[in-house]
């Protein structure tokens, strides 16, 4: 299924065991705490959110998504404990309500962190936690030729938001701190992703940073697009059995008095 907001969800789950691993991270990060009540904002299609779910033992769940195809996608496996709905988590702020803002590979999406920062820690109760987990691998070759063949082949090439978006590790703990929160973890990881063979990229990025170019290339084009991506790229990384694609991630935790 391929929404017309360019998620597609099967494409996405591809990945589905490389993916999990930070969110597995993520949820180490987080302290131990009674009946929690848990947000997880850009759940996706809710799978993870159910795991998030059983790790923490939360008295209520509720999985934010701007995606309609996410969030139908998201509706059945989940069962009736975990509710689910379509919003911006950019915008998305409940004063004082949660003992966990979870956001695990999502934020990257929205601008303005800080305010986004803000917002999520204003809807922290006290004592609660934020963990936050963010790609951060707009320098690897994967995006670069992206954005090159982008410039060629458009007029007006869709920027990398999550490019502009995502700020240094050191920044998120400058603003932790200036919001704050007197605990706090911030880490830059690198996960060795081994894949069959170095065109498997492709079908990685064609999940994610790829997405920005559907609409605007047209199916015909988009196809075309994927064909000359995959030439440069292997041209690039060389064309390896397996491939070791090497991704940096930044995972964040803090906790409020
Ligand atoms: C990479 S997926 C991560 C899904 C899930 N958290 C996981 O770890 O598998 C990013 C999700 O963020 C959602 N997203 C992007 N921008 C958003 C926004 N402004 N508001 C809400 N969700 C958004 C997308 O629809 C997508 O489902």
New binding site residues.
Partial sequence: MTSL?G?DPAQ?NRFAAE??QP?WDLTQLLQPVERPKVV??????G???ASLNDVVGSASMLG????PA?IAAATSPAGDQIRFEV????A?EHAESYDIVF????MQ??PDHPGVLARWSRSLRRGGQLAVQVPANADHPSHLVAAELAQELLDEPPPDVVAQNVLAPERYAELLDELGFEEQHVRIQVYAHHLASTADVVEWVKG?TLTRFKGPLGTAEWQRFIDLYRERLLAVLGDRSPYLYPFKRILLWARRN
Wanted: aromatic content about 16%; proline content about 0%.
């Fill in positions: 907001d998620w996405y993916r999990e969110f997880d904002l850009g759940c996706g299609d799978r993870l959110t934010v998504d701007s995606s996410m919003g911006d988590i950019g998305w956001a695990n590979a999502s999406w929205v994610t």
